[in-house]
């Protein structure tokens, strides 16, 4: 995610200009949308009995494991109410029974517990138990604890109801967008699982990359892009079904709305298709085309092949930040800059995934220094100016650092961490750093990585002992 607070500098040569937006700045259970009891703690063990906490601390694999995620949607007239069912299934990995498993209904960050945006009814395959975390984790208890290597799944009816704001999940007049709306399984790992709470200045999402089989009934005068690749067919009178596949992603997202449209294929063939709303001139959507046809091409030649065929991109000028990355899908104000790095988010937080709330660092700074190279810029001086504001600071604090120093945020985080990293490829040399990121990509392909993982591939890339490095730029892990 790009903030708007952010100073975006103006477009290299490299990528092009942009021209002037016309737009503005700037079984069966329950409805368990709302639970009789709610439990308001920000870890899943809070509320466990020590039989429950059955893993142990040696156990660091990652479940429930394999995810699969088949949905079937109908939107009613305006686009912003959708009803229908979704099935999870899902794989236990870990030698230590799962007796359970979490939904993260992200999304209800947006309302209230008593009038919550997504609801959960009509469980089957698990009996849930409570919403936590803001009414945005729910808990659902297996019939029996799955064994390791054993899957299961369970499935439910669900109800999306969009705001009334302009956001990641939100509606701009006839446009709708619809991020992190579909409930996701949560982590389980051998430090419990991950139940943080939302944030509204970066990411909390960590999810393993999963395979989802999305169908979406619609009415007719609405486009639909959405993660994956999608195929329309007629429906009922009026209306279009649009079947979007996505495979090996880590979420799926998806938008409405009468949008004028714009495609390319990059000369790397990657098919991009631009969305945008009325706001928006034809001329921005055509160059933030170009823009997004060179830069995935870019990051690609770095970093690997862009695995999907094709990339959604669309445009809404009256966003409060600048840009929000998904898998298969960017949601963008026309700002070139933010554009390169909302798809180098395709690589890092998409392929190479992180825990965004933990470790936000992995997948912004890294971003931001991608967006550097795409657009030619060395990083040198990028520190000037810059001074830490506490001894206790650090560039790989939680995001639970940042919401109480919003104003760090993005100083450290995205400014001076991709500062660190020129001072990286400085110190090893521009090819090893090159070969370093390249590999450790691939080695962490559709995997999660951590900080900790990311200096042991630095420090086997150079002979340099890297240990003063990690200590001067506060990178810990």
């Not at 002037?20 to 703690?41: K, L």
């Not at 006839?174 to 949560?186: D, K, Q, R, T």
């Not at 944030?199 to 989802?212: Q, R």
Request: aromatic residues 10%.
């Amino acid at each position: 995610m790009r903030i708007a607070t952010a100073v975006l500098t103006a477009v290299a040569v490299l990528l092009g200009g942009v021209g002037a937006s016309s737009g503005a700045g700037g079984g069966p259970g329950p409805v368990v949308g709302v639970a009789s009891v709610r439990d308001e703690v920000p870890a899943a063990d809070a509320v466990r009995t020590p039989a429950e906490r059955v893993w142990t601390a040696a156990d660091r694999v990652r479940t429930p494991a394999a995810p699969s995620y088949t949905v079937d949607l109908a939107a009613d007239a305006t686009g912003r109410v959708w009803t229908g069912h979704e099935r999870v299934g899902f794989t236990n990995a870990s030698v230590d029974p799962l007796p359970e498993v979490y939904l993260r209904l992200w999304d209800n960050a947006h309302g209230t517990c008593a009038a919550p945006p997504i609801t959960v009814s009509e469980v089957t395959g698990g009996t849930p138990v409570a919403l936590s975390v803001d009414c945005t984790a729910l808990r659902v208890v297996l019939p029996k604890p799955l064994g390791r290597g054993e899957r299961t799944s369970i499935a439910f009816d669900l109800r999306i109801e969009v705001p009334d704001r302009v956001d990641r999940f939100g509606h701009d007049g006839e446009y709708a967008v619809l991020g992190n709306a579909l409930p996701l399984l949560a982590i389980r790992d051998a430090a419990g699982t991950h139940l943080d709470p939302y944030t509204n200045h970066g990411e909390s999402f960590y999810s393993l990359a999963a395979d989802f089989d999305v169908t979406l009934d619609h009415p007719a005068r609405l486009r639909v892009p959405a993660t994956g690749t999608s195929v329309e067919s007629p429906g009922a009178p009026g209306r279009t079904v649009t079947i979007a596949t996505a495979r090996e992603v880590r979420d799926f997202v998806w938008a409405a709305g009468p949008f004028a449209g714009v495609s390319g294929t990059s000369a790397g063939g990657v098919r991009i298709n631009v969305h945008a709303d009325a706001g928006i001139d034809p001329s921005d959507a055509r160059a933030m085309l170009d823009v997004a046809l060179t830069s995935v091409d870019a990051h690609a030649g770095r970093f690997g092949a862009y695995p999907y065929a094709e990339l959604d991109v669309v445009l809404d000028d009256d966003l409060w930040f600048s840009g929000m990355e998904y898998p298969g899908f960017v949601l963008d104000r026309v700002r070139s800059t933010a554009l390169v790095h909302e798809i180098a988010h395709q690589w890092w937080y998409g392929i190479v995934g992180n825990d965004e709330y933990n470790d936000p660092w992995l997948d912004e700074s890294f971003s931001e220094y991608a967006t550097d190279l795409a657009l030619g810029r060395t990083g040198d001086g990028c520190r000037d100016g810059f001074s830490w504001a506490a001894p206790t600071e650090r560039i790989t604090d939680s995001m639970r650092y940042w919401d109480a120093h919003p104003s760090r945020y993005e100083a450290v985080v995205y400014d001076y961490g991709k500062c660190a990293l020129h001072e990286l490829r400085r110190l090893i040399g521009d090819a090893p750093m090159e070969a370093l990121l390249r590999r450790y990509a691939a080695d962490h392909w559709y995997g999660i990585s951590t900080t900790a993982e990311f200096k042991r591939a630095a420090q086997a890339a150079t002979t340099h002992d890297l240990t003063p490095f990690w200590t001067r730029h506060r990178i810990d892990g």
